[in-house]
């Protein structure tokens, strides 16, 4: 490793602020041959408020019409993020199904990177952007970087994390009563509300009562999103 790669990472990892740690990651990120570095991290709180946190260097004009385009709706590399730790390069076949979004990118300048993210057991994401406007990223250079990214990206999520209270990251409690829960272990196995009123010898239209009361509980849209809401916060 380059001397000022070692220093550089070794005053990272001393850096104790968000933001000065962050204005050190871009310094690091544009040795490594990049123009832009972008990290942002999100947490779930209980109630309706969210903590978010946005940093980065892109063209004000991008950040502008990513807002106000909700972009944020159909980004897949966002999506991907969201869903897996495993780095992703911005190629042009994962925006087949958003193409306005890529030639929008490309119109800024913002032509070649990768994005990676950082999950907790917290209910904390976040995810970290590096980008250039000329030359493609090879397979080798990612594979050369990626540990310097890895490690940028965890201090930034560490020093984030450590500021927000762990109860305010988790999501509210939600008490079912016996039945609902029944009713959900019930539909994990497949069975249909027909089934479940069978084996638990009640009507069926007490059983969607039930399914509802736990769809309601949950805040999701239906029994499937019920059951995985279940089974995620240890209640089947």
């Known amino acids: 490793m380059k001397v000022w790669k070692e220093s550089q990472l070794t005053q990272l990892s001393g850096a104790q602020e968000i933001k000065s740690a962050y204005e050190m990651s871009l310094n690091l990120v544009k040795n490594m041959g990049f123009n832009f570095c972008a990290f942002s991290i999100t947490s779930p709180t209980t109630g309706t408020h969210h903590h978010k946190i946005n940093l980065n260097n892109y063209p004000r004009e991008w950040n502008t019409k990513y807002e106000n385009e909700h972009y944020d709706a159909v980004d897949p590399i966002l999506a991907h993020c969201h869903d897996s730790e495993v780095p992703i390069l911005w190629q042009e076949e994962c925006y087949s199904k958003t ?52 490690f940028i990206s965890r201090h930034l999520h560490g020093l984030v994390a450590k500021d927000l209270h762990v109860s305010s990251l988790k999501p509210a409690t939600v008490h079912l009563s016996c039945r609902e829960i029944e009713v959900l272990k019930y539909s994990a196995d497949g069975k249909t509300a027909c089934e479940i009123a069978i084996i638990l010898r009640l009507s069926e239209s007490t059983v969607n009562f039930h399914i509802k009361g736990a769809i309601r509980k949950f805040g999701v849209n239906n029994k499937i999103a019920a059951v995985i809401s279940a089974a995620r916060s240890g209640v089947i």
Request: glycine share 8%; with cysteine; aromatic share 12%.
């Open 99 to 150: 193409p306005r979004l890529w030639q929008a990118k490309k119109n800024q300048g913002l032509n070649y990177g990768w994005s990676q993210s950082v999950h907790d057991r917290n209910g904390l994401c976040s995810m970290l952007s590096v980008a250039r406007t000329h030359c493609p990223i090879t397979a080798y250079e990612l594979y050369k970087n990626l540990g310097y990214a890895i």
